[in-house]
């Protein structure tokens, strides 16, 4: 799935990234705790997390995840937009609780980590 | 190389600047991005270890051309039972640093499953000493 077809999916705003980005999204991972994020193993996922604060942006830097979908109306701070425009991180932000965008996501075919 | 970093005890801001300049430093070495995820992990959830459960302390990380050694030193108040930290799922961590994410009790165990040798000394009141080693 593409960033286009995510944020349109789901209702998001993409805060950082190119809605033409190549990126293809297989699988996603639903967690407001970092600590399980961290023992994660699959590359190129998308997180969704209603967590909003910098450890996100980096904790995702470090498990090598591309992509993240700010959930519960949650807003990106500046500070976490400003580094992840530095490291490279899509950060898009949608009305949808967890469990909406986690279901019309798995809906569409994006697949669970485990 | 070696590369030294000060870790502030409680400023979850500041936690994740060692492990993303020793990230830089590994892909600009040309490491493979599996073995540099399993180092940056391991360092990342050392610093959130000293911000969330220390005064604060110090990372020292040397480089050379087959090999990482990580040593993370704080300054107290230290750990009262290492084999209990160990374990997944217990921690000590405050309402505060679960609200940040963290606190699960996967650091310790996470920090060992992504190194290669892994030890840690602790005394109460003096501090804690993490080391480990990852091969390229």
Redesign the interface.
Known sequence: MNISDLAELTEAKIVVGDPKDPIQIERAFSSDFMSDVLTLENHMLVLITGLANLQLIRTVEMADIPVVLLCRNKKATQEMIELAKEIGIILLESPFSIFRASGVLYQNGIKPVY | MELKFDIVGGD??L??RA??KI?KVLKQLGID?KII?RI??A???AE?NVVAHSVGGRLFAQINSSEINVRVVDDGPGITNIEQAMTVGFSTASKEVRE????????LP?IK?NTDEMTIESELEKGTSLSFTNRF
């Open positions: 979850f801001n936690a994740g492990s993303s990230k991005p995820k940056v992990v360092v990342y959830e959130v940040m994410g963290f606190g699960a009790g996967m650091g996470n499953k």
